[in-house]
């Protein structure tokens, strides 16, 4: 079976390649050719000896999921569903913006927390994605969208926001991570790629030694008592040691904050008690607060907090120097918006117990 090189970091490829006794500067250009130049035919890298070529297409492949389907917003969001087999598919969106493009990307097929707000979470959980279905979104997408006038590719931000917690599927994320960091790759910086956890505060602790990026933490509650309903994770991590693994995050992390995800539920989560319950929790811990819209889904049981909510939310923590901002919802005509992706999953939880799909 041909070995899908999407599925390497450098040092991964470079192992693969002296294992067939080719030098290690092999491996990089090969690697500049699938990711920087986004070319999955061997036979298209033409600076590499035909004979290795000839082996790379009789051992070897490029290959991302599947795309079974594009929708497009009217604001310019895209979303893609892609095919990651068994019967399972994952959501990828990409967000343009003037001064920026940003790529949502998922990373497993459903996911097994099950946060109350959250469409993915209701269709429970499948498997992990590999690292080839992790960086194979970006792959994509860069090759789809196609390069800018500049000859760059259009991505310049990545999230790891969409289905799955990300840190709950570690080494294939941190495999998929280093590529995006990668000069010979994707060559992104630090502070542009962004891991979005429920709190998994030991694997918290291990992205910060192996690969720091930017850190936003689903945070949705001031207190243990309403976040255990909300993120149910949060009975194993309750939010003193959720902060304490924040705060060690941030001796190596490429920003000086941790970003803080706020999901706006009218009359459970967004009254101004609970704003200054927030300012207490956080004192300690240099952070900015990103409010988002709650974005409905079938049999949800929240519904949106009202604009004036909103600002007198945000007003009260900027008064407490806070920085706060509201999320733009982007994409909500198409499911693309945050909590709403949700592709198809075989539930493997006995949540639903069978096929699902869930759309808005």
Known sequence: MAENLLNFDAQQLAAWFA????????????????????????????????????KLQAEACVLSPEVVREEISEDGTRKWLLN????????????????????????????????????????GFNRNLSVSEIIGQLWWANRQIGKNDEGNWP???????????????????????????????????????????????????????????????????????LRNVLVPVNQKYPLRQLLAACQRYLEKAPRDFITFEYVMLEGVNDSVQYARELIALVRDTPCKFNLIPFNPFPLAPYRRSNAENVRRFRDVLMQADIVTT????????????????????QDKTKRTGRLIEVRS
């Open 155 to 225: 991505i310049s931000n990545v999230v790891m926001m969409g289905m799955g917690e990300p840190l709950l599927n570690f080494d294939n994320t941190v495999t998929a991570l280093r590529l995006m960091l990668d000069d010979n790759a994707y060559g992104l910086s630090r502070r542009r790629v962004t891991v979005s956890t429920s709190g998994i505060v030991p694997a918290m602790d291990r992205l910060r030694d192996e690969c720091p990026v930017a850190l936003a933490v689903s945070l949705h509650a001031p207190n243990d008592d």
């Open 84 to 123: 990651v087999g068994t019967g399972n598919a994952v959501e990828t969106v990409f967000i343009p913006e003037t001064d920026r493009g940003t790529l949502c990307i998922s990373s497993q097929a459903g996911c097994a927390l099950d946060c109350a707000f959250c469409s993915t979470g209701k269709q």
């Open 326 to 345: 509201v999320r733009k919802t982007r994409g909500d005509d198409i499911a693309a918006a945050c909590g709403q992706l949700a592709g198809q999953v």
């Open 19 to 54: 294992e067939r006794g080719e030098k290690p500067f092999r491996a990089r250009q090969v690697l500049r050719w699938m990711h920087k130049i986004g070319e999955p035919d061997f036979a298209a890298m033409t600076d590499i000896a035909a004979s290795l070529r000839s």
